[in-house]
């Protein structure tokens, strides 16, 4: 139990475009999401809380007009990296707590990671 | 949420146990410590978490020292798909879920 899958696993799109990543708790709800961004040879930065049926919340220095973040449903997060740039190129990585999962208990499930490549 | 310190990187031996330290030492009361680990090119995987009593589960063994300044994560029988990056993470838990990733251990399984 407690998948959480990523679509596309990789992108490669040209510079300019705009690029959606899906993030999908497969078999639980999940009323927070999380997504990350890890460069080469660099640890997960946190970009972004995704609250279904609100607003994200963003980190410093992440923007929010340029990474959309939608949580319309308990199972589905969209992340949209509009007018993606070369500089935009990283592993993007979402993850997931189930619904009513005990406070004390920051367990978090992560999906597989998007590769985007902007060139 | 209270800093940690992680080696670089360590080596083991295929079937010997692995044991990846984590100092935390202004670590407070109410914070838990938790450690996930990355293989390569993949999402992060939770691995165990604590609070002050030394925990186990299928996966692992978690032993926190009794000042709660350092902890150790032991794989009992290591094997070549626990080559991984080891993250020890601090926080407390409730409603402050965001997990601060550092750089984390390379843990090297080698035959």
């Known amino acids: 139990g407690a998948v959480v899958s990523q679509h596309p696993s990789w992108v490669i799109c040209k510079s300019g475009t705009s690029v959606k990543i899906e993030c999908r708790s497969l078999?639980?709800?999940?009323?927070?999401m999380f997504w990350y961004r890890q460069f080469p040879k660099q640890s997960l930065m946190l970009m972004a809380t995704s609250n279904e049926g609100s607003k994200a919340t963003y980190e410093q220095g992440v923007e929010k007009d340029k990474f959309l973040i939608n949580h319309a449903s308990l199972t589905l997060s969209t992340l949209t990296v509009t007018s993606a740039h070369p500089e935009d190129s990283s592993f993007y990585i979402c993850?997931?707590?189930?619904?009513?999962?005990?406070?004390?208990?920051?367990?978090?499930?992560f999906g597989p990671g998007t590769r985007l490549t902007v060139l | 949420d209270a800093k940690t310190t992680q080696p670089t990187s360590m080596d083991c031996a295929e079937g010997r146990a692995a044991n990846l330290p984590c100092n935390h030492s202004?670590?407070?009361?109410?914070?838990?410590v938790y450690w996930y680990r990355q293989i390569h090119s993949q999402g992060p995987q939770y691995i165990i978490h604590g609070l002050k009593n030394n925990e186990t589960n299928e996966m692992a063994s978690l032993i926190i020292t009794e000042d709660r300044k350092s902890s150790t994560l032991i794989l009992p029988h290591a094997t070549l798909r626990d080559t991984a990056v080891y993250y020890c993470?601090?926080?407390?838990?409730?409603?402050?879920?965001?997990?601060?990733f550092g750089k984390g251990t390379l843990l090297t399984v080698n035959p």
């Open positions: 993470i601090v926080n407390s838990g409730g409603s402050n879920y965001k997990l601060t």
């Open positions: 078999d639980f709800q999940a009323t927070t």
């Open positions: 202004t670590i407070s009361g109410n914070e838990y």
């Open positions: 993850s997931a707590i189930p619904s009513g999962r005990s406070l004390v208990y920051n367990e978090q499930f």
